[in-house]
């Protein structure tokens, strides 16, 4: 007995795509001016290290596509950097 193509004996989450790495960091500092106000600065960076991560591979059954198979695109967001400075009275 022959098996239909689409329920060839292949399990569920068998293939994996690249890695993804991301590091976030923040810093604040508190500084206090009189009793009653003070200032803090903050300053928060998103994929610190800009690592590029690769997204999956496009596969697509029965195509002819040269890319076919190939990490055409990204997955995640670039070096983002925000600053903040924020007065308490």
């Not at 193509?5 to 960091?25: C, H, M, T, Y």
């Not at 997955?75 to 983002?80: F, L, M, Q």
């Amino acid at each position: 007995m022959s098996l239909p193509v689409d329920k060839l004996l292949a399990g569920r989450n068998i293939l994996s795509g690249p890695g993804f790495a991301d590091v976030d960091l923040s810093i604040a500092k508190d500084t206090k001016i009189k009793e009653r106000v003070s200032m803090q600065f903050r300053c928060e960076a998103f994929n610190l290290f800009n690592h590029s991560n690769w997204g999956n591979p496009t596969v697509s059954q029965g195509s002819t596509s040269l890319t076919n198979g190939n990490v055409t695109s990204t997955a995640g967001d670039p070096r983002i950097m925000q600053f903040a400075l924020k007065f308490n009275f």
